[in-house]
């Protein structure tokens, strides 16, 4: 069983950064898909990034479009720990965050679907005022 323990929410005003971590409970980070989703109240749960690193020390990430040139995923494998940089915030990140794990898609690439994902944390909440 794989346990994800999300941490570095809070509150910041609009155009201010925070960063996330994931920690996890495996080193096996390397050979599956780390993913940040998010939730907002009333609303389903989006993707935001996701992050696999393949052979070598090739990384390969993807994003949403509403954070892309914002947000920043990365992983530090000695640490087992998966970190989201989030800068330039907008009263519209506002949301619980969570860390996914799950299996690398056919074509290399990490899915930002929900269902893709077998493993999450309990969530850090990120609250953004305007």
């Known amino acids: 069983q794989v346990q994800l323990v999300e941490s570095g929410g809070g509150s910041v005003q609009a155009g201010g950064s925070l960063r996330l971590s994931c920690a996890a409970s495996t080193n096996r980070l390397t050979t599956n898909c780390m993913a940040w989703f998010r939730q907002a109240p009333g609303k389903e749960r989006e993707g935001v990034a996701g992050i696999y690193r393949g052979a070598g020390s090739a990384v390969y990430a993807n994003y949403a479009d509403s954070v892309k040139g914002r947000f920043t995923i990365s992983q530090e494998n000695a640490k087992n720990t998966v970190y989201l940089q989030m800068n330039s915030l907008k009263p519209e990140d506002t949301a619980m965050y969570y860390c996914?794990?799950?299996?690398?898609?056919?074509?290399?690439?990490?899915?930002?679907?929900?269902?893709?994902?077998?493993?999450w944390g309990q969530g850090t909440q990120v609250t953004v005022s305007s």
């Open positions: 996914a794990r799950g299996p690398v898609g056919y074509d290399g690439s990490c899915s930002l679907m929900s269902d893709e994902y077998n493993y």
